[in-house]
């Protein structure tokens, strides 16, 4: 009698047992499968998750790309037409001009966000950029300072010196407007001082880019109406500009009307009360 009951009961051991191994594979394997799918992708030119973010100097995110669809990213790809993002960041940096008070709160706050330091070789630059005053105050638990209205606006370009263009890598005044991908405007710098540009460099640390950019995307957000006219309008001003893609057909600035002009500060439901206008 005993013998009769207990057979059963051991197929039926075995049989749970043998489900909980196929189980316990399968859950294996697919943990494996996705490990590897994750570090095939990043496996090429493009090495981690974080290239592209590094790669995009702080300004609007490039994505990862594969291209040749192996499974492997190679390239870092913005998630519209260049033009839409020039004209978008134009966008912001104009509205940043127009609400100048809550733009430097914003920028100190993303200023504690961001990461500490981006090499020791920034660390020298870094201890005097915009992110070093609101960092002390919030690591000292004391009020934060917003960045000074002197230090929100990024160094323009304005006059250059004859020549200043001639060498071989940087060949045009927009030279280094072109490379930026539409984000912070990186500007001709001669760096072994013979008059002519050699390198495209941020106007501070990248650190401080990078704390700026989110600022100016915050701020795009909190003041969303104003920002969308500003969009149209330097939409309207690009519109017959190309970088030859074709996606221009379809992109942004394609789809808005021509703007009316930038708008001015002055409405009480969005001016922030301390922000100067730029006319």
Do not use: H
Not at 23 to 38: E, F, G, K
Not at 253 to 262: F, K, L, Q
């Amino acid at each position: 009698m005993s013998n009769g009951t207990s057979k059963p009961r051991r197929v039926l051991q075995l049989g749970g047992a043998l489900i909980a191994v196929v189980a316990l594979v399968a859950s294996v394997t697919a943990i494996a499968s996705a490990q590897t799918a994750q570090s095939r992708y990043f496996s090429g030119v493009i090495t981690g998750p974080d290239f592209c973010i590094e790669d995009s100097l702080g300004g609007p995110r490039t994505y990862p790309f594969d291209q040749d669809r192996d499974g492997v990213a190679d390239i870092c790809s913005l998630p519209t037409t260049r033009r839409a993002t020039v004209a978008r960041q134009n966008a912001m940096e104009l509205l940043a001009l127009d609400f100048v008070a809550r733009f430097g709160q914003l920028y100190s706050y993303e200023c504690t966000d961001v990461r500490e330091t981006y090499g020791s070789d920034e660390r020298a630059k870094e201890l005097l950029d915009e992110c070093a005053a609101p960092r002390e105050a919030d690591a000292a638990g004391v009020p934060i300072p917003p960045v000074p209205a002197s230090r929100t606006s990024p160094a323009l370009a304005t006059t250059w010196p004859s020549g200043f263009f001639s060498g071989p890598v940087v060949t045009s005044s927009t030279f280094c407007l072109n490379r930026s991908l539409g984000g912070p405007v990186t500007y001709p710098l001669d760096v072994n001082g013979d008059n002519v540009a050699d390198i495209c460099s941020l106007p501070t640390t990248r650190r401080a880019t990078v704390a700026r950019q989110n600022a100016l995307e915050r701020l795009a957000a909190e003041r969303n109406t104003f920002f969308e006219s500003l969009f149209a309008s330097e939409c309207a001003r690009l519109i017959n500009v190309t970088f030859g893609e074709g996606a221009e057909a379809n992109d942004e600035c394609a789809d808005r009307e021509a703007g009316t002009g930038r708008p001015l500060p002055g409405d009480d439901d969005e001016d922030d009360g301390g922000s100067g206008g730029s006319g």
